[in-house]
């Protein structure tokens, strides 16, 4: 109730203020001429298209790998479960300490640059590819697999392991070799938990401030990254500008999550049907 | 679905009054003379509200200028942490509310916030010259006692510190130091990838990129160019060339720059890049003292000057105690906390009193003060100084610099 209740209000706060015809505390009616003038901005164009395309090749990424990863754990009997133990430290790992990690790591005078450069690769730290703050978003990727990938293979793990094995004995006796067992029984199985955590994972990489704008590049930024550096400018309608793109993310991770409850609600419903 | 309901005619009416229309509150008055605001300051409180995210500062503020306050002037500081966009946004609504008597006394703002305080007649004032220590120790020719980033003060604050661009190199890597932008280029060429700066809208990268402007074009040139994107552009167009003919030489040949200070910082620490910058005048002394840098690294500046700002202090519309006000800002800008306050240890910002007004002890005390080492002394520092340019001008060169430079 609290929580609904101030997400509500801050939400009506941002659509409020984005729409407000005056600026600072001089206040005018209302309009719609931010939004015109936020969504024919080129710049703010290539900032969702930078959005989306992270958060989609994360989700894909994260998604496959969690998902061959859960398979390979089932495989792998009593070892599966102690990796399972093993991968609930990146999930519990706060982002932020994952993006230290990342820089400690991959960055031109990481732990990677100083092994390549103690080897004799190469001779000086810019010589090292660039992995974090590049502009393939590389390090921003890092975080969002290292966190991820563990995410969904815990969970589909658990799918997994739920699903009786008589339906794998049921396909061997029918004769099916262990990837159509793998592909025609399981996978189906496992779709529902991998369209919860997709949904799960986009709104995440879609939504996030802190990873992108600590391992960004300044050439182009994400949504949220675009929104802080517009709220923080000084001319008063750039944070109107910030609240017209708040109000953008909001509506689309509201559908993300909408999305999510109708499809949960729709296999439910179909599975239960099948039951009957 | 009812309960919902409810939940947003109480939201729409949350927002009903605070859009209410504003009518013109009647201002209280502060004391006319300084003496009668000593006397009936005594024994009151005096709320401070500023942004709160250094602990240097807030040391200063709770260790230093508190207790002296108390015991020369019998008042008590309160200092409340917030960040000014906020503190605006609370007396814009007071304003709005006709709330005569508010519970800020002093804010500590300038540049744009001050251009929305100073638009909004969020500010109490004129009263500069009715605080003591400013007609005595501030020079009232100096730029920054008249203009804020170029906005015209009109005795509506008063300064309290000085801050400066400063670029640091360590002499035993880096034999000569680029003091202007066509050295820069020279050395950058000498030594590709070793160079770059942050990326505007970084505070720091985006006062570097004014830096140059004004090597090349001239301070004048950008500050008499109207606030337009297309004149800014037309008068800065050189420096935006000078940038593009010196990308490719920089880190990752310019085709990204780092994000922030921070990590100028860290690149130059870790010996990949041969320069960092700061707005901090003192850094070296404190990345020196860290022990991130060794001792031969040094400061210097651009031969032409390099840009600095400054802060100040200036008194709501509605402050409760004008007179503990006025005895506050006359305590802060006195030799003994702007020395203490230019300590490295303590803060490491530079004084805004004018060194030809203060006796030979005076003096001493500012001059005797540890500054930290590898850092130019302030007197070097104040010569090569130049002016900010209105807020306003900011955004657009900053926005020039995202297409002309970043994105070409």
Redesign the interface.
């Given at each position: 109730m609290f929580l609904?209740?101030t997400f509500?209000?801050a939400l009506?706060?941002g659509v409020?203020q984005s729409m407000q015809a005056g600026s600072?505390?001089?206040?005018g009616g209302f309009t719609l001429q931010h939004y015109r003038s936020v969504l024919g901005d080129g710049e703010f164009l290539i900032s969702l298209g930078a959005t989306i395309s992270v958060a989609v090749i994360a989700t894909l990424i994260s998604n496959v790998l969690g998902a061959l990863l859960a398979f390979a754990m089932l495989r792998a009997g009593a070892h599966g479960k102690l990796l399972q133990r093993v991968l609930q430290l990146p999930v519990i790992l706060p982002h932020l300490i994952v993006v230290i990690m990342v820089i400690h790591i991959f960055s031109?005078?990481g732990v990677l640059a100083r092994l390549a450069w103690w080897v004799g690769f190469i001779d000086?730290?810019?010589q090292f590819p660039?992995l974090v703050?590049?502009?393939l978003a590389i390090g921003i990727m890092l975080v969002y697999l290292y966190k991820q990938v563990p995410f969904v293979a815990l969970l589909a793990y658990d799918t997994l392991r739920g699903i009786s094995g008589k339906y794998a004995e049921v396909a061997a006796n029918l004769g099916a070799s262990p990837w159509q067992t793998s592909t025609q029984v399981y996978l189906p199985l496992l779709k529902p938990t991998i369209i919860g955590t997709s949904l799960i994972t986009f709104a995440f990489a879609f939504g996030a401030f802190e990873v992108p704008?600590?391992l960004?590049?300044?050439?182009w930024r994400t949504l949220p990254v675009e929104s802080y550096?517009l709220y923080?400018?000084?001319?008063?309608l750039?944070r109107t500008h910030a609240m017209v793109i708040n109000v953008l993310i909001s509506a689309i991770s509201l559908t993300i999550a909408g999305l999510y409850f109708g499809v949960e609600s729709f296999l439910n419903r179909r599975q239960k049907g099948g039951e009957v | 679905m009812l309960k919902r309901l409810t939940i947003g005619l109480l939201i729409a009416a949350l927002f009903a009054l605070t859009i209410g229309c504003a009518a013109q509150p009647t201002l209280t008055t502060g004391p006319s003379e300084f003496a009668d605001a000593l006397r009936s300051a005594r024994g009151k409180t005096v709320t401070f509200y500023g942004w709160g995210g250094s602990s240097a500062v807030n040391n200063w503020f709770d260790n230093i200028v508190a207790p002296s306050l108390l015991a020369e002037y019998g008042i008590t500081l309160r200092r409340v942490p917030m960040n000014i966009d906020e503190i605006l946004r609370k007396l814009a609504t007071e304003k709005q509310a006709n709330r005569v008597s508010g519970d800020i006394d002093v804010i500590w703002i300038n540049g744009e916030n001050f251009y929305a305080a100073k638009t909004q007649e969020l500010l109490y004032g004129p009263f500069n010259t009715r605080i003591d220590n400013f007609n005595r120790l501030i020079d009232p020719q100096a730029a920054d006692t008249n203009y804020d980033f170029g906005i015209p003060i009109e005795g509506m604050s008063v300064p309290l510190g000085r801050a400066q661009l400063i670029f640091m190199a360590d002499r035993a890597r880096l034999a000569a130091f680029p003091t202007s932008a066509a050295r820069l280029l020279e050395l950058a060429r000498a030594n590709p990838g070793r160079f770059t700066y942050p990326a505007p809208p970084d505070f720091t990268g985006s006062a570097f990129v004014r830096n140059i402007i004004y090597d090349i074009v001239g301070f004048e040139a950008l500050n008499n160019a109207p606030a337009e994107k297309a004149a800014i552009q037309a008068v800065i167009q050189p420096a935006l060339d000078f940038l593009n003919e010196l990308e490719p030489y920089l880190w990752e040949r310019g085709t990204t720059y780092p994000a922030d200070v921070a990590a100028l910082d860290r690149m130059f620490a870790e010996g990949q890049l041969l320069w960092s910058m700061s707005y901090t005048p003192l850094k070296a002394g404190q990345l020196i003292a860290e022990g991130r840098v060794p001792t031969s690294v040094e400061t210097f500046v651009f031969d032409k000057g390099n840009i600095g700002n400054t802060h100040y202090v200036a008194i709501p519309f509605n402050a409760p105690n004008k007179d503990a006000a006025f005895v506050l800002i006359h305590h802060l800008i006195s030799v003994a906390m702007q020395a203490a306050k230019l300590d490295v240890g303590n803060w490491g910002d530079l004084p805004v009193v004018d060194l030809a007004r203060l006796d030979a002890s005076e003096r001493a005390l500012i001059e005797n003060t540890n500054i930290g080492q590898g850092v130019l002394p302030m007197d070097e520092l104040l010569r090569r100084r130049l002016p900010e340019v209105h807020a306003r001008k900011v955004a657009i060169i900053e926005e020039l610099w995202r297409e002309q430079v970043l994105q070409r």
């Open positions: 609904t209740l509500a209000y009506a706060y409020v600072g505390a001089y206040r031109q005078t000086n730290p810019n660039l703050y590049d502009r704008f600590l960004g590049t300044p050439v550096l923080t400018n000084i001319e008063p750039a | -």
